[in-house]
DNA sequence: CCAGGGATCCCCT
DNA sequence: GGGGATCCCTGGC
């Protein structure tokens, strides 16, 4: 019930209905951008919000975009990430998976660690909380939400 | 901790 | 067609 296709398509969630490893962009608060990736069917309302990053490339321009030099601050949080990423209504729609102007590709493999993936329940939802619909790299300092929904 | 920001969509006129 | 509640938040007290 707390996904913008709960009660159907509509012109702004219209991506989350795109096929799987779309961009679906939407403003909200007045302030930030929320990245999320469609993740069903074509006609399937579903999708993923980006929450953090770990910056390991371009941290010169996110430093730019957010304006801040805490490395931890630049895109820990789902509005963050999109200002670092210069994520705009623009990318809306866009195909992650082609050579569009934004995509996400597999890890530098330097880059690769051990980790292991935790679960919670969501944030910043007021529906269905008992849901277990977070997926987060455990233990990492990038991880946006309370402590408690870090370990 | 909390105000602010603006788009969107509900639902009733 | 429009008022108002709501929104997967952030920065600055």
């Known amino acids: 019930a707390a996904c913008h296709a709960f009660r159907g398509p509509t012109p702004r969630n219209a991506s989350v209905f ?9 403003f909200i608060y007045g302030s930030c ?8 069917p074509e006609g399937i309302g ?5 929450r953090a990053l770990e910056p390991f490339e371009g941290i010169d321009l996110m430093e730019r975009h957010r304006h801040t030099t805490r490395l931890l601050d630049l895109a820990r949080g789902p509005g963050r990430l999109a ?10 729609g866009v195909d992650l998976c ?3 102007p934004l995509w996400l590709g597999a890890t530098d493999p330097e880059r690769r660690r051990a980790s292991r993936v ?15 619909l977070r997926f ?5 300092a990038f991880v946006s939400g309370p402590m ?3 370990a």
């Open 18 to 26: 795109l096929e799987p490893g779309h961009a679906y962009v939407y």
């Open 33 to 40: 951008y929320m990245m999320n990736v469609s993740a069903e």
């Open 46 to 50: 579903a999708a993923v919000l980006l």
């Open 83 to 92: 200002g670092a990423m210069q994520i705009d209504r623009r990318l809306d």
């Open 98 to 100: 082609g050579s569009g």
């Open 118 to 132: 935790g679960k919670s329940v969501r944030i910043g939802v007021t529906k269905e909380l008992d849901r277990v």
């Open 136 to 140: 987060y790299e455990r233990g990492s």
């Open 148 to 150: 408690r929904l870090r």
